[in-house]
């Protein structure tokens, strides 16, 4: 049967297959090999329709791609560099500062390359930063927002991990996770604005003096979106409403900012920025559902157990386990985008957690920082 899927896999992969296809022929060949039933696999789709966590996502994702179409990517860049400009490398701390900002809304790193890159790449080449090194800042800085909330990301791990455990005490909570995602998204942030400082110093990059008066300017320009993740975070985390709330309200102050006040974004273009945000949105319920459904079948053929089995006869702790595992996520980040590598992963991946006690939090943060490396790792790395 194991046989007969990987062939399976092989070829539909070789074909070019979307993934959702690959893992849903999957799914079927269990049901017909198997003791399963077709109704089986029609109920995931019914209860992801019924989980009132996934309601964030849609919501956030529509305020990325309304934030991403207006002029909200030019005012954080004006706003940044008269910001942080006159420090060695502040175009290059700049350019990370304003990626993470904007991908922890997006949640998709290649809708931020997308809406930055055109902008960044050229001013990092006209302020004589190398090519390889303005290429490399561009792609790396598109995916830094994913530890960030509230990143589709996050939430995506905190709903599936929690399909995944017996023990709903167990299951990570989204808030946990968005508290998480700060300081190890901070570190990375650092670690790259040193890296860039060192590389500008070493080129002698030359940089403006602080002006208070393009300060003020700039500012002044952003004044409606800049508030915007104080104000959710905020409402979040003074438990006043729920994320899905949050997230309602982040896509309405959006739509007022960049439609009415702005003026940006027309009235016409308002499908089409709908249908695209939720032509990503769909893709990933998609995926969810037929991952979750492969995944029932895994578990009840005892895959996970067979492969605890044979990872206790090789390690024996919990920092093996983790070393092993990080190793094991930079492969799967290689091969697969973030997405579809939650829905397909997490769930074999948490029950061999949870034997070597690792915390659910700090597994969706390990496993979220590597996917994010793996975004620009070849064969197939997205962002580049």
């Given at each position: 049967?194991?046989?007969?899927?990987?062939?399976?896999?092989?070829?539909?992969?070789?074909?070019?297959?979307?993934?959702?296809?690959?893992?849903?022929?999957?799914?079927?060949?269990?049901?017909?090999?198997?003791?399963?039933?077709?109704?089986?696999?029609?109920?995931?789709?019914?209860?992801?329709?019924?989980?009132?966590?996934?309601?964030?996502?849609?919501?956030?994702?529509?305020?990325?791609?309304?934030?991403?179409?207006?002029?909200?990517?030019?005012?954080?860049?004006?706003?940044?560099?008269?910001?942080?400009?006159?420090?060695?490398?502040?175009?290059?701390?700049?350019?990370?500062?304003?990626?993470?900002?904007?991908?922890?809304?997006?949640?998709?790193?290649?809708?931020?390359?997308?809406?930055?890159?055109?902008?960044?790449?050229?001013?990092?080449?006209?302020?004589?930063?190398?090519?390889?090194?303005?290429?490399?800042?561009?792609?790396?800085?598109?995916?830094?927002?994913?530890?960030?909330?509230?990143?589709?990301?996050?939430?995506?791990?905190?709903?599936?991990?929690?399909?995944?455990?017996?023990?709903?005490?167990?299951?990570?909570?989204?808030?946990?996770?968005?508290?998480?995602?700060?300081?190890?998204?901070?570190?990375?942030?650092?670690?790259?604005?040193?890296?860039?400082?060192?590389?500008?110093?070493?080129?002698?990059?030359?940089?403006?003096?602080?002006?208070?008066?393009?300060?003020?300017?700039?500012?002044?320009?952003?004044?409606?979106?800049?508030?915007?993740?104080f104000l959710v975070l905020g409402a979040i985390y003074s438990g006043k409403i729920a994320i899905s709330e949050a997230a309602a309200l982040t896509a309405f102050i959006v739509l007022i900012v960049e439609l009415l006040l702005y003026r940006e974004i027309k009235w016409k273009d308002l499908p089409d920025i709908m249908r695209r945000s939720m032509v990503l949105?769909?893709?990933?319920?998609?995926?969810?559902?037929?991952?979750?459904?492969?995944?029932?079948?895994?578990?009840?053929?005892?895959?996970?157990?067979?492969?605890?089995?044979?990872?206790?006869?090789?390690?024996?702790?919990?920092?093996?386990?983790?070393?092993?595992?990080?190793?094991?996520?930079?492969?799967?980040?290689?091969?697969?985008?973030?997405?579809?590598?939650?829905?397909?992963?997490?769930?074999?991946?948490?029950?061999?957690?949870?034997?070597?006690?690792?915390?659910?939090?700090?597994?969706?943060?390990?496993?979220?920082?590597?996917?994010?490396?793996?975004?620009?790792?070849?064969?197939?790395?997205?962002?580049?």
């Amino acid at each position: 049967m194991m046989l007969l899927m990987g062939i399976a896999t092989v070829i539909m992969a070789l074909l070019g297959a979307p993934l959702f296809v690959i893992i849903a022929a999957n799914t079927l060949l269990q049901l017909f090999f198997g003791d399963s039933q077709l109704s089986d696999f029609y109920a995931k789709f019914y209860l992801l329709a019924k989980n009132s966590n996934l309601l964030p996502i849609p919501l956030f994702t529509f305020a990325g791609y309304l934030l991403a179409e207006s002029g909200a990517p030019r005012r954080l860049l004006n706003f940044t560099r008269a910001t942080l400009g006159w420090m060695p490398g502040g175009l290059a701390i700049v350019c990370i500062g304003a990626c993470a900002f904007f991908t922890a809304f997006t949640g998709a790193s290649g809708v931020t390359i997308i809406a930055l890159g055109g902008l960044l790449f050229p001013a990092l080449i006209h302020e004589r930063y190398k090519e390889k090194f303005s290429l490399g800042l561009v792609t790396t800085a598109g995916s830094l927002g994913l530890l960030f909330p509230p990143s589709l990301p996050l939430i995506l791990y905190a709903v599936i991990a929690s399909q995944s455990v017996k023990n709903p005490e167990m299951a990570p909570s989204i808030d946990a996770l968005f508290r998480a995602g700060i300081l190890p998204g901070l570190l990375m942030v650092l670690l790259l604005s040193i890296y860039s400082a060192i590389i500008a110093l070493r080129d002698e990059i030359p940089r403006p003096a602080f002006s208070f008066k393009p300060f003020l300017n700039a500012l002044w320009d952003i004044r409606y979106e800049l508030p915007l993740p104080f104000l959710v975070l905020g409402a979040i985390y003074s438990g006043k409403i729920a994320i899905s709330e949050a997230a309602a309200l982040t896509a309405f102050i959006v739509l007022i900012v960049e439609l009415l006040l702005y003026r940006e974004i027309k009235w016409k273009d308002l499908p089409d920025i709908m249908r695209r945000s939720m032509v990503l949105v769909g893709s990933i319920m998609i995926i969810m559902g037929c991952s979750l459904s492969y995944t029932d079948n895994l578990i009840r053929d005892q895959v996970p157990h067979h492969i605890l089995n044979f990872i206790k006869s090789f390690i024996t702790s919990k920092l093996g386990f983790l070393l092993a595992l990080n190793i094991f996520l930079l492969i799967v980040g290689c091969m697969l985008d973030i997405f579809s590598a939650l829905v397909v992963v997490v769930p074999l991946i948490v029950p061999l957690a949870l034997h070597y006690e690792i915390d659910l939090v700090h597994l969706g943060i390990v496993f979220l920082a590597n996917l994010n490396i793996g975004y620009m790792t070849p064969p197939v790395g997205l962002n580049l």
